[in-house]
Structure formats: C-alpha cells, structure tokens
C-alpha cells in the first residue's frame, strides 16, 4: 500500500506561483510514475502532468505547457509540481497518484494509476 500526501495549496492571485509536493509513503516509490491530475467542480478528473520512474520523461496537458513543470526527488520519495501564470481557470482540486506497474513512459490516463492522495486546493483569483 502506498500513501500519498499532497500538500502546498491554497489561494493565489492570478499570474502568481504555488509548489505542490506529494509525499509517499513507500520506498517502491521510486520505481513508479507519479502523475498530478486535478478536479474542478461539476468537472471530471483530468491529465495535468505525469513523470517516470527517473524523470527522464515527463508529459504534460496541453494546458499547462510551458507554465507547469513536474519534477521528483526519489531521495525524499516526493514529486513536485511548479505551478506559475497561474490562470482562474486552474482553479481545482489537485491529486497526485502513482503507477506503480508503470514502464519508461507515464501515461496520462487516470485508470492507469493505481494510488491516489486525497488532494489538495488550489484556488486562483482573478
């Protein structure tokens, strides 16, 4: 079982920055991909961004390109994701999960992914 603990939400105005991180409990952490997906209301759960094993490989929403970036450090068991030009519209609930079954690539779908933390609210005013 591997637990997942999100944390560095909270309320910002547009165009600023927040870090979120997500801690996991379990040393296969560092064999897993780690994905970030969020949850806006009366919307479904989406992609936001996802990175393997070693951070080699990371993809991203076409949304959050070039304003998001994942990264992981496997020492810390924890996956980080820098969020700046921050927008209303990425008001949400963001959640981090883990494949623990992953290959090289991550994948982008949340059925894929077999843990989840309980999420964290990131809410950007305009």
């Known amino acids: 079982q591997v637990h997942l603990v999100e944390s560095g939400g909270g309320l910002v105005q547009a165009g600023g920055s927040l870090r979120l991180s997500c801690a996991a409990s379990?040393?296969?952490?560092?064999?897993?991909?780690m994905g970030w997906f969020r949850q806006a209301p009366g919307r479904e759960r989406e992609f936001v961004a996802a990175?393997?094993?070693?951070?080699?490989?990371?993809r991203y929403a076409d949304s959050v390109k070039g304003r998001f970036t994942i990264t992981r450090d496997n020492a810390k068991n924890t996956v980080y994701l820098q969020m700046n030009s921050l927008k209303s519209e990425d008001t949400a609930v963001y959640y981090c999960?883990?494949?623990?079954?992953?290959?090289?690539?991550?994948?982008?779908?949340?059925?894929?992914?077999?843990?989840w933390g309980q999420g964290t609210q990131v809410f950007v005013a305009s």
């Open positions: 999960a883990a494949d623990v079954w992953a290959g090289d690539d991550p994948i982008i779908h949340a059925v894929g992914y077999d843990y």
């Open positions: 379990e040393r296969t952490f560092s064999n897993a991909s």
């Open positions: 990175i393997n094993w070693n951070g080699g490989i990371t």
